[in-house]
Nanobody
């Protein structure tokens, strides 16, 4: 089992910044992808950004140029730096851990990001 602990959410004004962190603990091993997804009220969960152990990165179209994902393999930690936040970025942000070439997949409990004036 892998446990994911997310921190860093909160209330921020439009145009502001937040940094999310997610630490993976437990039976972490092998080649895995970590990433961030989000779900706004009444909408489906969508990908924000994912990063492989080799630091290959993909971003959702709506966050390109504003968000930056990074990863510290030694600490089993993934970060999401969010700049130029917009009200439409308001959502619960979930950390994900997925072992490559398997069905093994874990989710964090989520952290709320609220972009509002």
């Amino acid at each position: 089992q892998v446990q994911l602990a997310e921190t860093g959410g909160g209330l921020v004004q439009p145009g502001g910044s937040l940094r999310l962190s997610c630490v993976a603990s437990g039976n972490t091993f092998g080649n895995y992808v970590m990433g961030w997804y989000r779900q706004a009220p009444g909408k489906q969960r969508e990908v924000v950004a994912v990063i492989s152990s080799g630091h290959f990165i993909n971003y959702g179209d709506s966050v390109k140029g504003r968000f930056t994902i990074s990863r510290d393999n030694a600490k089993n930690t993934v970060y999401l730096q969010m700049n130029s936040l917009k009200p439409e970025d308001t959502a619960i942000y979930y950390c994900n851990y997925a072992v490559v070439d398997t069905d093994i997949n874990y989710w964090g409990k989520g952290t709320l990001v609220n972009v509002s004036s």
